[in-house]
């Protein structure tokens, strides 16, 4: 099993040093992974559904800075020697392939082969528009598109590609990234369309759960697992090829009434749930570590949780729970 840190998302609340500070804990702690979201810009406006809030309403302010994650990232390679540094998730169709495929390689040539590629297609119609890319209807196929062309950049030694959204040939690509055959892929999304990617391309599917479309409590996993390892049979891999991580936030003893939600609870609690999501066949957990402030919405775990609140928990998880379920 390997275990990660979503890092809070806006900068006006961590900050490079807070970054730095959370990162560098995460990395004595014996944490494997941390995680950067991804937003070029914040539309002030609008009228898209955010998929994963009962309402649709956005958590994000747009009125908060929101970091690079590629920049950070290889800001926080700097800053560490160990840990693994990954995006959660990277909108693909926003950005065009080859200069991205050329900032991926580099971070993970810069960072001694430590960068994980998590991606996504996206939910908001007006960030595509903002960014003057008129393809959201078809932000699946672009997606699928630009992965091919990133392996493509990453492991021939003369490149050349022909699709519906790109095309290049007698090019020179380098540096190529340290990992072979390539920076791992980890493909968001609990969607089918998301799930047939993960089959088709990528090396781990990392859903979120806990979200009103989608629960994955561990019999959920279960099932869904086997359904996976059918698509990846379906599009000619072998039926385990592709590993399964979850992306989930994590509260420690919240004070709310009600049955206990999974995945929060004492430290012996969390730890029998790891290991019911284990026992599912889930190999990666990916955790947005909460807080349990008063008026805090849930969603804020994974956006508004303090630098010192992040590390209290971390450091919790690494003294209660990683012991119980090594």
Request: with cysteine; glycine share 10%; net charge negative.
């Amino acid at each position: 099993m390997s275990f990660g840190v979503i890092l809070p998302n806006h900068v006006s609340i961590a900050g490079p040093e807070g970054y730095r500070t959370i990162a560098t804990r995460a990395e004595e702690l014996g944490f494997d992974h941390v995680w950067l979201g991804d937003h070029i810009v914040m539309p002030s406006q609008t009228e898209s559904d955010y998929p994963d809030t009962d309402s649709g309403a956005s958590p994000f302010d747009p009125e908060k800075p929101v970091p690079e994650p590629l920049s950070t990232l290889a800001y926080l390679a700097g800053c560490t020697t160990r840990i693994k540094l990954g995006t959660f998730v990277l909108i693909v169709p926003q950005r065009e392939p080859i200069s991205t495929a050329k900032i991926i390689s580099n971070v993970d040539y810069m960072s001694g082969g430590r960068f994980i590629l998590g991606v996504g297609v996206g939910w908001q119609e007006e960030e595509f528009l903002a960014m003057g890319v008129e393809t959201f209807k078809e932000r699946g196929k672009v997606t699928d598109e630009y992965l091919r062309i990133y392996k493509e950049l990453w492991t021939q030694d003369d490149p050349q590609f022909e699709g519906r959204y790109s095309k290049f040939s007698h090019i020179k690509f380098y540096p190529k990234p340290v990992q072979k055959p390539h920076p791992p892929i980890w493909i968001g999304g609990y969607t089918k369309g998301a799930m047939r990617r993960a089959a088709a391309l990528g090396d781990v599917w990392s859903p979120v759960g806990q979200q009103p479309q989608a629960a994955l409590e561990p019999d959920d996993m279960a099932q869904a697992i086997q359904e996976l390892a059918d698509m990846t049979e379906r599009a000619g891999r072998p039926r385990d090829a592709v590993e399964v991580s979850f992306t989930v936030s994590l509260l420690f003893n919240p004070r709310s009434a009600g049955p206990r939600r999974t995945l929060t609870g004492t430290a012996e609690e969390i730890a029998g749930d790891v290991s019911r999501y284990k026992a599912a066949g889930v190999k990666h957990f990916v955790f947005a570590f909460g807080s349990d402030r008063e008026g805090l919405p849930p969603i804020d775990s994974f956006f508004g949780a303090r630098v010192e609140e992040v590390v209290a928990a971390i450091e919790q998880f690494a003294e209660g729970v990683i012991p119980r379920v090594s």
